[in-house]
Each structure stands twice: as structure tokens, then as C-alpha cells.
Nanobody, 128 residues
Framework: QLQLVESGGGLVQPGGSLRLSCTAS????????IGWFRQAPGKEREGVSC????????NYADSVKGRFTTSRDNRKNTVYLQMNSLEPEDTAVYYC?????????????????????WGQGALVSVSS
């Protein structure tokens, strides 16, 4: 089964920044859309941002728009989630996932649509 690996999580104060990375060692991400998802304790997994295979199109959940930025470097086989102005409500385990399909609307950036590969998750804690 294909596997992704997230890194870059940690503890940060409100207003701070973190950058998550998502990479794969056993396959190329070139032809895959990548989604970022998060799950807070007691809550359902929600879509944060999705990016198409070339990086030319991306979408964001309203809750992170203007604060988070998704990008990718296919030469490094890595996708990034830059998170700025972090809030306590952003505390969650963040996952990246891959799929062949991509939809430009954030309404379709949902966990059940991403089936090719998932990472193990990275914990992001925002607290003073």
C-alpha cells in the first residue's frame, strides 16, 4: 500500500507559524492531487486544502483561507502546508493524502475522495 509521510508538526504559540511537509519515498507524487486534512479530538476529519498535481490550482477551507498556503515542489516529491497566524482552534492531527482526481472547489476537498495513499499524521498544538 502506498504511504505518505508528514513532518513538521509541533507546539506553537497563538499567532505563530509552522510548515508541514508531505512526501513519499516509494512513488512519485507528480500525477497526484494532494489533500491536507485535520482531525481535532472528538471531531470529524475535515478538509483544509487541496492542490492539483501541477500546483496550478488549489483550494482552502474558509476557516484557514488567508492564513494557510499549500504548495508543492515535484522535483523534491514534496507538498507543503504553510500555516501562519495559528489559532488554538487549529490544534489537530494533520494528514496528507493523495488521489488521481482533483476538483477545484473546496466542497470536494473531502477525506473520502482521497483514496490512493495516506500519511500517519502530524500533531499540531497551538497553545500559550
Amino acid at each position: 500500500q502506498l504511504q505518505l509521510v508528514e513532518s513538521g508538526g509541533g507546539l506553537v504559540q497563538p499567532g505563530g507559524s509552522l510548515r508541514l511537509s508531505c512526501t513519499a519515498s516509494e512513488f512519485s507524487l507528480d500525477y497526484y492531487s494532494i489533500g491536507w486534512f485535520r482531525q481535532a479530538p472528538g471531531k470529524e476529519r475535515e478538509g483544509v486544502s487541496c492542490i492539483n498535481s501541477s500546483g496550478s490550482s488549489k483550494n482552502y477551507a474558509d476557516s484557514v483561507k488567508g492564513r494557510f498556503t499549500t504548495s508543492r515542489d515535484n522535483r523534491k516529491n514534496t507538498v507543503y502546508l504553510q500555516m501562519n497566524s495559528l489559532e488554538p482552534e487549529d490544534t489537530a492531527v494533520y494528514y496528507c493524502a493523495a488521489d488521481r482526481e482533483y476538483y477545484s472547489s473546496s466542497d470536494y476537498c473531502t477525506a473520502h475522495r482521497y483514496t490512493a495513499a495516506w500519511g500517519q499524521g502530524a500533531l499540531v498544538s497551538v497553545s500559550s
